[in-house]
């Protein structure tokens, strides 16, 4: 079993008030790797408002991840004012003022020259600049750094035997670079959306959730192959080491939203299931990918996955019916397991949510499959260890302990807490790490 952990690049602690791509996150691919941990997985990276998954390119990186400590190591900056340490971040724009006292400093050099030749890079660069009234080079300049500063963190990340899973949100956001360049791929009337996105009534949500993303129009994308969505997989490819694909649902049947209505009055509509695939893997393996397939899916919809061998996707607080003691989902080899996602309770969260008869059953249940720990969060990890599962990845909070106050976001809802919690520090986690590895030995043995 490969064994991986969940934490976004916001979340990381930092100085500045949101985790980047600086000191701390070399730091956290050390303890990955001081614990033989196969995988980081993080939530998507590109530019974005706040939510990850609506972006507003899938090409540019989010300018928040811009470390001022590498920054002034280039000489570009003075020492950047650290902030009070808290565990919400600080979406402002504080980092600005040092972004264009960097860009003053900045000379442009063949390679940064090399790089602002990129399309997509441009097209991002004109639609922030429109919005902001700075200039196009400067947007440029800054996904420049960005870029390089990724890709200095990949590379160090494999020296250290640790594997990178990306995020690739299913939609862009309507206010985005895709949308004003695009805007031909998408279902729009008038450049003007009619439907949206979203997802019917399952276990996330009893209403169904509203997403309000502008919907492809598959129709028009296969007449040229699907070439605008390849581009962005082979950027994705170039990107990480594995590439989890956000609503795989969505490529089988996708639902589909008018725009006045709520979730419960969409419909499902056909996806362009092995066409695009089969296009896909004409220039990279079905064994790069793990696919969402969670939330309330269809029997083709599990056929299409099968089809490319793509591992099933587990979420334990699914799966365990706590009031029959057992678990609905049958244990197999190819699939990814979790205790939990971005989208869930923290693994104590859910414990605390369920009933004291919920709770006793879940109890004798873990007891019964040799998972005796007191702590909560410690037997329900063990009992992802003893799945048949190839991977097992453990979201930070789980492997700590902490309670849904530590919850990344809640899916369907507008909330100041979603996207916002970050460590301190790392003290704790490692403590924690050390306890995770004594259950890992125990399956070890």
């Not at 996150?25 to 990955?32: G, M, P, S, V, Y």
């Not at 080079?137 to 960005?146: D, K, V």
């Not at 990480?240 to 209505?261: C, L, Q, V, W």
């Not at 919850?407 to 003290?427: C, Q, T, Y």
Request: proline share 4%.
């Amino acid at each position: 079993m490969k064994i991986g952990i969940l934490l976004p690049i916001f979340s990381l602690p930092s100085a500045y008030g949101i985790g980047d791509f600086g000191k701390e996150t070399r730091e956290f691919i050390d303890i990955l790797s001081e614990n033989k941990i196969d995988y980081w997985e993080i939530l998507p990276i590109h530019a974005c408002e706040i939510s990850p998954y609506s972006p507003s390119s899938y090409y540019a990186l989010n300018e928040n991840f811009l470390s001022l400590d590498q920054l002034q190591a280039l000489g570009l900056i003075k020492k950047a004012a650290p902030r009070p340490k808290k565990s919400r971040i600080h979406y402002d724009n504080y980092k600005e003022t040092y972004f264009e006292e960097a860009y003053r400093s900045f000379q442009p050099s063949l390679e940064f020259l090399e790089f602002s030749k990129k399309v997509e890079i441009q097209e991002y660069a004109k639609y922030r600049s429109e919005k902001t009234g700075k200039e196009e080079n400067y947007y440029l300049f800054l996904q420049y750094l960005l870029e390089k500063e990724w890709q200095d963190l990949l590379a160090y990340a494999h020296q250290k035997n640790v594997q990178i899973i990306g995020d690739l949100p299913i939609y862009p956001d309507f206010d985005s670079a895709e949308i004003k360049f695009h805007s031909s791929y998408y279902e729009l009337e008038n450049r003007q959306r009619k439907y949206v996105s979203g997802a019917s009534p399952d276990y996330f949500n009893e209403e169904g959730q509203k997403w309000g993303h502008p919907l492809y129009d598959f129709h028009r994308m296969k007449v040229d192959h699907y070439s605008y969505l390849l581009k962005r997989y082979q950027e994705f490819l170039n990107r990480f080491d594995k590439i989890r694909i956000d609503h795989f649902r969505a490529f089988d049947t996708y639902y589909k939203i008018p725009i006045e209505k709520s979730a419960k009055e969409g419909f499902y509509v056909e996806g362009p299931g092995k066409d695009f695939f089969d296009q896909l893997f004409t220039f990279t393996t079905p064994d790069r990918f793990l696919v969402e397939d969670l939330g309330d899916i269809r029997k083709e919809t599990e056929q299409l996955r099968d089809y490319y061998h793509f591992c099933k996707m587990k979420i334990m607080q699914y799966t365990i019916d706590c009031k029959e003691e057992k678990d609905t989902y049958e244990d197999t080899e190819n699939m990814v397991i979790y205790t939990g996602n971005h989208d869930n309770h923290t693994i104590v969260g859910w414990y605390q949510n369920l009933s004291k008869e919920e709770q006793i059953g879940l109890r004798r249940f873990l007891q019964e499959q040799d998972c005796r720990e007191e702590e909560i969060h410690l037997a329900c990890i063990h009992y992802c260890l003893k799945s048949k599962a190839k991977y097992a990845i453990f979201p930070v909070q789980d492997i700590m302990g902490l309670e849904d106050d530590a919850r990344i976001n809640l899916p369907g809802e507008e909330v100041e807490a979603n996207w916002s919690w970050k460590l301190l520090d790392f003290e704790e986690f490692r403590k924690s790490m050390k306890v995770f590895q004594e259950l890992r030995n125990l399956e070890r043995r």
